[in-house]
């Protein structure tokens, strides 16, 4: 064992025996809400493993409130400040939201979920709805922010504009702020990141579990870029010329380059890599049961597709399990957003084909409706499905020609799809039969063009942050002596603040679009109405009568797309009649199926009925829809 690997397993050993690491603690009642963690100084990533287990806590101004206990979007929430927000919310909207555990996750916390509705004009379940979930990857956290500036704007709007008052009066909105808590409190206290789960994994197939995570060797609480300098020849990347300071590396060609690039960190297993193996592996987004592949490695022909992340089986991970179970134990869900960082792009299935070969055409015209409206309030360049659009999205081919030569290797002449396996929209759509959104958001740090050539390079990139924001986002190369390399500099962009996640500088700005075309969706569900109800005799038929009702879909979207209707996830619309004693129906049934109803198409039906002389009372109309909600009246019988 070398030095260094000895110095962190002590040091792991030691921090396991004098550290209190609080039990995760059972959900308690539903109106309790979620509890504070004690503070400590080490974070403790739970389960069994061979490497690294704890990791010291930083205290970075990325997550600071401006003022404690008071909202602001201009920093990252943590878990005990969202899950304190959400307590907050439901005692003072006590009328709108209901505060709730959805599960546990891997380390035992609770997911939790709020409902808003007003909840005088009936229940959830009876209302269509609409899901948002944020934070599905560990270090996705600008989803998080949208999801919580969402359910912020929704409520203090309410009473105010009567749009949004209108919607929580008859609609029902899910929101889970942090699905993959575990991921987000690695994220934001620790300098570790890692793309999901905390579940350990062996990344590098070696048997061992997370043995060689990153090292913030510097003590600034990032995992940052580390350069040395070799001989010329020797290494892989070159200053870049572009940039007189000599922050910007660019990669060498024709073997000339004098510098080694990695990240920051060291080769704990000796296997002559670094950070190859660090906190979880497996990935949330890969899991669902939709076309879910297994993991590379575990195809036993060598011919068949895999999926790296894919976990052990579909809906291996409770993070996911929590979304699934909840989506089917509620069929009255028509539109889901599940977000994610960053491109960004208005982003939904199909994953493993072209819209046009797997949706019905119907349904597509709907997506593509969504996609149009949802690049004009975003402002997003990109929109569409993600086996092609995603994989093809901003390609210039002259400009990506010249990049790839610059690293080393060709791309295809041809646009080509690329498949994803286990993705949430395609479980969205195929499988749920929903309009299902996997948003991606901020855009890396590609933020002004300043030479207007549609192109942002990092020379850009650097010039804004130096002219804006204070050179706080790129950290100067500094002088480091490390173990086995020697003396080497580490700096360069922040990885989780400018790369992964916007500066807090211009969070709001960006998390406020994104919730700003999820509130445009929630504003087009599907909404049944009953238009008339009415009785009227029947000629030549003494005390007989017909009860005639018209229902309408005064939503946009139809109460159920075509694609929910192939997978049966809803049941058709059905209406039906109660008639007071002393009435009876004839020749017809009291409850019918008729089918869907498109936005704004109208349907009659009409119930014969006898009715005893003296008779009195009032008959119940209803009509009672999957997705659309229930509405219902009453007719004067006698």
Same mark, same amino acid.
């Given at each position: 064992m070398n030095k260094r690997a000895l110095k962190l397993g002590l040091a792991a050993a030691i921090a396991a025996i004098v550290i209190i690491v609080a039990s995760a603690q059972e959900p308690g009642p539903r109106e309790r809400g979620p509890q504070e963690s004690k503070?400590?100084?080490?974070?403790?990533?739970?389960?069994?493993?061979?490497?690294?287990?704890?990791?010291?806590?930083?205290?970075?101004?990325?997550?600071?409130?401006?003022?404690?206990?008071?909202?602001?979007?201009?920093?990252?929430?943590?878990?005990d400040e969202v899950n304190a927000f959400l307590r907050k919310w439901a005692s003072e909207y006590a009328n709108l939201v209901d505060l709730y555990s959805v599960g546990k996750s891997f380390e035992g916390r609770d997911i939790w979920q709020i409902t808003i509705t007003n909840k005088s004009t009936g229940k959830d379940t009876d209302k269509p709805a609409m899901f948002i979930e944020g934070n599905r990857h560990s270090g996705e956290v600008t989803a998080a922010e949208s999801a919580l500036w969402f359910a912020w704007h929704i409520l203090s709007s309410y009473g105010k504009d009567p749009e949004i008052t209108r919607l929580v009066d008859t609609k029902a909105i899910y929101i889970r702020v942090k699905n993959n808590p575990d991921g987000s409190e690695l994220y934001l206290n620790t300098a570790q990141s890692n793309r999901s789960t905390v579940r350990p994994y062996d990344d590098d197939r070696d048997a061992l579990l997370d043995e060689d995570p990153p090292e913030d060797l510097d003590g600034d609480g990032f995992i940052l870029q580390m350069r040395k300098k070799v001989e010329p020849g020797k290494g892989t990347m070159?200053?870049?010329?572009?940039?007189?300071?000599?922050?910007?590396?660019?990669?060498?060609?024709?073997?000339?380059?004098?510098?080694?690039?990695?990240?920051?960190?060291?080769?704990?297993?000796?296997?002559?890599?670094t950070n190859e193996d660090g906190v979880g592996g497996l990935d949330l987004h890969r899991n669902y049961p939709e076309n879910w592949r297994p993991?590379?490695?575990?195809?036993?022909?060598?011919?068949?597709?895999?999926?790296?992340?894919?976990?052990?089986?579909?809906?291996?991970?409770?993070?996911?399990?929590?979304?699934?179970?909840?989506?089917?134990q509620h069929p009255n869900i028509s539109v889901v957003q599940t977000m994610d960082t960053t491109v960004p792009m208005l982003l939904h299935g199909p994953s493993t084909s072209r819209m046009s070969e797997s949706m019905f055409p119907e349904d597509m015209k709907i997506y593509q409706y969504f996609d149009e409206q949802g690049k004009k309030i975003t402002g997003y360049a990109s929109a569409g499905d993600t086996y092609w659009d995603y994989a093809n999205q901003g390609r210039d081919e002259r400009d990506m020609r010249t990049r790839a030569a610059e690293m080393g290797f060709e791309i295809p002449r041809e646009p080509q799809g690329s498949p994803l396996f286990g993705h949430s929209p395609d479980f969205g759509y195929l499988y749920y039969g929903a309009v299902w959104y996997?948003?991606?958001?901020?855009?890396? =740090?590609? !933020?002004?063009?300043?030479?207007? $050539?549609?192109?942002?390079?990092?020379?850009?990139?650097?010039?804004? *942050?130096? #002219? +804006?924001?204070?050179?706080?986002?790129?950290?100067?190369?500094?002088?480091?002596?490390?173990?086995?390399? =020697?003396? !080497?500099?580490?700096?360069?962009? $922040?990885?989780?603040?400018?790369?992964?996640?916007?500066?807090?500088? *211009?969070? #709001? +700005?960006?998390?406020?679009?994104?919730?700003?075309?999820?509130?445009?969706?929630?504003?087009?569900?599907?909404?049944?109405?009953?238009?008339?109800?009415e009785i009227k005799?029947?000629?030549?038929?003494?005390?007989?009568?017909?009860?005639?009702?018209v229902f309408t879909n005064e939503g946009f979207l139809p109460t159920a797309l075509k694609m929910a209707d192939r997978v049966k996830i809803v049941r058709p619309d059905t209406v039906e009649i109660r008639l007071p004693a002393g009435a009876e129906l004839v020749g017809v049934r009291g409850r019918q199926d008729i089918g869907f109803l498109k936005q704004n198409e109208k349907k009659e039906v009409r119930w014969k009925v006898k009715i005893k002389p003296g008779t009195t009372g009032e008959a119940d109309v209803a009509i009672l829809s999957t997705r659309g909600g229930v509405a219902r009246t009453k007719v004067r019988i006698g």
């Open positions: 503070p400590s100084k080490m974070y403790t990533v739970g389960g069994i493993r061979h490497g690294i287990s704890y990791f010291p806590m930083v205290d970075t101004p990325f997550t600071k409130a401006k003022v404690v206990g008071e909202m602001d979007f201009a920093h990252y929430h943590t878990y070159i200053l870049d010329p572009a940039d007189p300071a000599g922050r910007l590396m660019k990669r060498a060609t024709d073997g000339k380059g004098d510098y080694i690039v990695s990240a920051e960190g060291v080769d704990n297993d000796g296997d002559g890599r993991m590379p490695g575990l195809d036993l022909t060598g011919r068949g597709w895999t999926q790296g992340g894919a976990g052990e089986y579909p809906l291996s991970e409770p993070e996911t399990r929590a979304v699934f179970t909840f989506l089917l996997g948003d991606e958001l901020w855009n890396g =740090g590609r !933020v002004k063009d300043y030479d207007g $050539n549609g192109r942002i390079t990092d020379l850009e990139s650097l010039r804004y *942050i130096d #002219e +804006e924001l204070g050179g706080r986002y790129f950290k100067p190369w500094t002088k480091s002596i490390h173990p086995t390399l =020697g003396e !080497v500099e580490i700096g360069g962009f $922040n990885p989780k603040y400018w790369r992964q996640n916007p500066p807090v500088e *211009i969070l #709001e +700005e960006w998390i406020r679009k994104e919730a700003l075309f999820n509130l445009f969706m929630a504003k087009s569900l599907p909404q049944v109405k009953i238009v008339s109800a005799p029947v000629k030549k038929e003494a005390d007989t009568f017909e009860v005639v009702a």
